[in-house]
């Protein structure tokens, strides 16, 4: 019988560092965790190595992978950007490789929940290819083919998040206008039930309550739980979201013909408020496909520790 392999997997991100210890099969077997100093450069770094330190103590540790929020170069050692952070042209893999005496990779946030879903998540039955949308405050995601991640020629590949929707559409931090994170993220959630609010008060009783009666005030676990208690204006802030990301899904089924279709991110824990309508869009999107295969839209089941567990997998086959 083979022995069990450990690895270790760091998921970066602007408010914390998250870390765990995975065995190959997917399984977390401990877990540590830091906020995360994100002006400065030298913290996180160790930071990061902290955490790294205390999961491999007494533990035989093969490799670590870094999951960060941020464009990672093709040889997956630098971040050569981090909109959240206060990396630019970081030599991450080095820094903690030395400074651990461990292998280490680093890979964007994106492709490492990507690869965890496709391993053992939503689309562990796939054997080929899946696309996977994160919906949070903005909208990320991966791509896996030929049963690999896609990171293009210069590791920056699958920034779903910022392909164009609306022409001349909402300013995105990306500096284009109607990218899909202005119409399918958390954000743009939240901005639609606060317009609506605004102009629709007698519809948004509920939601408005909930924010002390200014719709400015309103955010989106406010959003959320209006919606699942029959709020009008928040339920139908969702139903502009899944029906601007089931255009998205759709896109994707006809570029590439994944497999499988993942919907992750914190806005997915509201169920079927979302997956609904963005379900709906993307079947009437591929209308004209009706009698041919298509991909499956399923739910992240992973959760917080897609990060974790892909950057772990990631770092043990590479």
């Not at 008060?201 to 739980?225: C, D, K, N, Q, W």
Request: aromatic fraction near 4%; charged fraction near 20%.
């Amino acid at each position: 019988m083979a022995a069990v392999t450990l690895t270790i997997g760091v998921d970066v991100g602007g408010t914390k560092v998250a870390g765990g210890v995975v065995d190959d099969t997917g399984n977390v077997l401990v877990q540590a965790r830091r906020d995360t100093p994100a002006d400065n450069v030298g913290k996180t770094r160790d930071v990061i190595i902290e955490v790294v330190t205390e999961l491999a103590a007494g533990r035989q540790i093969d490799a670590v992978g870094i999951g960060a929020a941020g464009w990672i170069d093709a040889t997956r050692s630098t971040v050569l950007f981090a909109p959240n952070l206060a990396w630019r042209d970081e030599p991450l893999r080095d820094y903690v490789s030395r400074a651990t005496g461990l292998p280490v990779i680093v890979e964007n946030d994106g492709n490492v929940a990507a690869w965890a879903e496709f391993r053992y998540g939503a689309a562990r039955h796939a054997d080929d290819s899946m696309v996977m949308f994160t919906i949070g405050t903005g909208v990320g995601g991966g791509i896996v083919l030929g049963g690999e991640l896609v990171r293009g020629a210069h590791g920056i590949a699958a920034e779903l998040g910022h392909m164009l929707t609306v022409p001349d559409g909402h300013q995105c931090g990306c500096g284009r206008l109607g990218c899909i994170e202005q119409y399918a993220s958390g954000s743009a959630l939240v901005r639609f039930a606060r317009a609506a609010a605004r102009q629709e008060p007698h519809r948004a009783v509920a939601l408005l309550e909930l924010a002390g009666g200014e719709a400015e005030a309103v955010t989106g676990p406010m959003v959320t739980a209006a919606a699942q208690g029959g709020d009008p204006v928040s339920a139908e802030a969702f139903a502009q979201v899944g029906r601007w990301l089931g255009t998205s899904l759709a896109d994707m089924a006809q570029i590439l013909d994944p497999q499988v279709l993942v919907v992750g991110g914190g806005v997915v824990d509201a169920g079927d408020l979302l997956l609904g309508p963005t379900r709906r869009s993307f079947t009437d999107a591929l209308a004209q496909r009706s009698r041919l295969p298509v991909a499956e839209v399923l739910p992240a089941e992973l959760g917080n520790t897609a990060g974790v567990i892909g950057a772990a997998d990631l770092a043990r086959r590479l």
